[in-house]
């Protein structure tokens, strides 16, 4: 008996048709669809697995209209792939669509591409069906022989409600002269880890500065439900040419730095009470942070496939602007200062980031920080920030940025497993595997951008421990997250980032 591996669905087909009954050395063969025995401790059901190979369940989450998912409209989102063969409910839900391809390679590519996404009016959550343990009601997936806890479904669900707001609210934001770059920055929404991160650090910490009670009072008295809607400027100097403006401007110095946290002091013997309410201008900054990061993921690379190529590589960068434009007006209504020095700083690091040159692990990680934790990091400790904690009591500051930091670079780390080598793209897994492989180096020192480069390093990273030795590392900054969490006081919110620090290398949340 022999496997005989078809990428395609047609192709297996024909080859069953025409071969069923002809001969082999004068010996007739019998030719059907099977699979390789399944790995029994992962209790597969492996009449499922067949019948789901080559197929994504896709799952649109976080929509505020709560409409059920338009199947034209999923078709023509994955049709860019591959030809799709059928598309079906999964059970009765409205919200939950099996995508079928006929080949397993534009499954994969979708899978890859295509995972968070936005989709109508929400995000799409993605998995390989045929790796799916999902019930059919939508409950949580379990965990296998990872050794980790999972975490309860409230969890995952904690701050879901207030995402789905805030996506709602922040569509409004978008509103440009232009409809074009409204609609880049709508198709290319974020997968909301970063705001999921901002309000949960905001409901773990809100009371425990000594501010507190003046920003929550003043939350209720003294500002309108649209305070921070509303310009602090006349319209026609915002939206018009302004003939009095001087033609310069004073510049920065010098860079900001932000100081590495000292020792923390000991945290308050009480504990926070229960259940304190967000501060509007917590869920803004949750809208900003999401806003630049995807301001980021359009100016990164002019050609990611996760920008629709109707758009075009100019709009994608004016659409990249524009979002910076806003995410800095909505920033300056916040009237925090230090928030604004904060976020600002963010936008400074990625720049420094995307020119730094990546040669060895040091300059690497360091990338990672300014492209990536450092919104993160900065993000959470400006939530507390707004939530009324001052210098006395600047170690709840410290833990925010202490775990964004660290839950920052292990999502790094994670996601570079899954994209894998790219050109001009130099990445853990390359950086171990050259340990192994040193005709790598020579590679990496001209940044993966010569000829054959990048396949290159797939295969050396494909006989290597580089894959395996950057997830132990994310797991490494993953731990490094949950170990400065140990200060909060206890609380749901305390919980739910614990584990979306372990999410953040499983990418489950």
């Known amino acids: ?70 199947d034209g409209e999923v078709r023509r989102k994955f049709q860019q792939f591959g030809d799709v063969k059928t598309i079906k409910p999964v059970g009765d839900r409205s919200d939950s669509r099996y995508v079928e391809f006929y080949d397993i390679r534009a499954c994969e590519e979708a899978f890859d591409r295509l995972r968070h996404q936005g989709l109508q009016d929400g995000v799409m959550d993605i998995v390989l069906a045929w790796d799916n343990s999902e019930p059919a009601q939508g409950q949580p997936r379990e965990r296998g022989d990872e050794g980790a806890v999972p975490a309860p479904r409230r969890r995952s669900t904690l701050v879901a409600a207030e995402l789905a707001r805030l996506r709602a609210a922040l569509l409004g934001l978008l509103g440009a002269a232009h409809p074009a770059l409204s609609d880049v920055a709508r198709c290319c ?20 500065g000594a501010c507190w009670p003046a920003k929550h009072r003043a939350a209720l008295l003294e500002a309108p439900a ?31 730095h932000l100081r590495a946290p000292p020792p923390p002091a000991p945290a308050p013997s009480s504990p926070a009470p229960a259940a304190l309410p967000l501060l509007p201008t ?40 524009f979002l910076l434009g806003r995410a800095s007006a909505a920033l300056s209504r916040l009237g925090e200062a230090e928030v604004v020095e904060l976020i600002a700083s963010v936008i400074a690091n990625q720049a420094e980031g995307e020119m730094l040159r990546v040669h060895d692990t040091d300059t690497y990680l360091r990338r990672t920080y300014l492209k990536t934790a450092s919104l993160m990091a900065k993000g959470a400790c ?7 904690c001052s210098r006395d009591t600047a170690v709840w500051k410290d833990v925010a940025y202490a775990y964004g930091r660290n839950v920052g670079i292990a999502y790094q780390l994670a996601e570079d497993i899954l994209a894998g080598p790219a050109r001009a793209r130099v990445t853990g897994p390359v950086l171990f595997a050259a340990e192994e492989h040193p005709e790598l180096r020579p590679l990496i020192r001209r940044g993966l951008a010569g000829e054959g480069d990048v396949d290159t390093a797939r ?25 400065a969490l140990g200060l909060l006081p206890e609380s749901e919110h305390k ?3 614990d584990a979306l620090a372990e999410a953040a290398v499983a990418r489950t949340w």
């Not at 809208?287 to 002019?302: G, T």
């Not at 400006?382 to 939530?387: F, K």
């Not at 580089?466 to 997250?481: D, F, N």
Request: proline fraction near 5%; charged fraction near 25%.
């Open 459 to 483: 295969d050396c990273v494909a006989r290597s421990r580089g894959v395996e030795r950057t997830r132990a590392l994310a797991l490494s900054y993953a731990a490094k997250a949950r170990e």
């Open 1 to 70: 008996m022999v496997f005989v591996t078809y990428y395609d669905l047609r192709a297996a087909e024909r080859a069953r048709e025409r071969l069923q009954g002809s001969e082999i050395s004068g010996r007739p063969i019998d030719v059907h669809y099977s699979l390789p025995r399944d790995d029994n401790s992962r209790g597969v059901d492996r009449d499922k697995n067949q019948q789901l190979q080559g197929t994504l369940q896709v799952t649109l989450r976080n929509s505020p209209s709560g409409a059920p998912l338009d």
């Open 189 to 208: 929404a974020g997968d909301e880890f970063r705001p999921r991160l901002v309000l949960l650090f905001a409901h773990a910490t809100n009371g425990l």
């Open 382 to 388: 400006a939530s507390v920030v707004l939530g009324g």
């Open 226 to 256: 649209d305070a921070l809607d509303t310009p602090l400027t006349r319209p026609d100097v915002l939206n018009n040419w302004h003939p009095s403006m001087p033609n310069h401007t004073a510049s920065f110095a010098g860079v900001f």
């Open 495 to 497: 919980s739910a980032l």
């Open 282 to 321: 917590q869920r803004r900054l949750a809208q900003i942070v999401e806003m630049i990061h995807i301001a980021s993921v359009l100016h990164d690379d002019v050609h990611n496939t996760d920008t629709p190529d109707a758009f075009g590589n100019k709009l994608s960068i004016l659409a990249g602007d």
